[in-house]
Nanobody
């Protein structure tokens, strides 16, 4: 049974920072991990992905303020966000797949590529 559980969301003041976590409580090892977000009334969009070798890719809006990382031993994925603005208000989801990311741009842009999703954690900036 695969379960991805996000945590770390909440209400934050503008210009604040957050670190989101996504823990994998299952027994399988994922090679590709990612973060997506869905703002009210908008489509879910990719934020960042990280491959098994630690290589990363970010959506344009995420470059500079978002940092994806992972702790393999703890089976936990992280997303650090700095200089938060109201536009960052969204539900943040972690995603995972057993395959290598391959074309990370494609994985970032294609929700259906991913095999496993967490339930999401709300981030509200106000």
């Amino acid at each position: 049974h695969v379960q991805l559980v996000e945590s770390g969301g909440g209400s934050v003041r503008p210009d604040g920072s957050l670190r989101l976590s996504c823990r994998d409580s299952g027994s399988r090892s994922f090679n590709c991990r990612g973060w997506f977000r869905q703002a009210p009334g908008k489509e879910r969009e990719g934020v960042a992905v990280i491959d098994l070798d630690g290589s990363t890719e970010y959506s344009e809006f995420a470059k500079g303020r978002f940092t994806i990382s992972k702790d393999i031993a703890a089976k936990t994925l992280y997303l650090e966000i700095s200089s938060l603005t109201a536009e960052d208000t969204a539900i943040y989801y972690c995603a995972a797949d057993l395959r290598w990311c391959g074309d990370k741009s494609y994985a970032l842009a294609t929700r259906r590529w991913w095999g496993f999703w967490g339930q999401g954690t709300q981030v509200t900036v106000s």
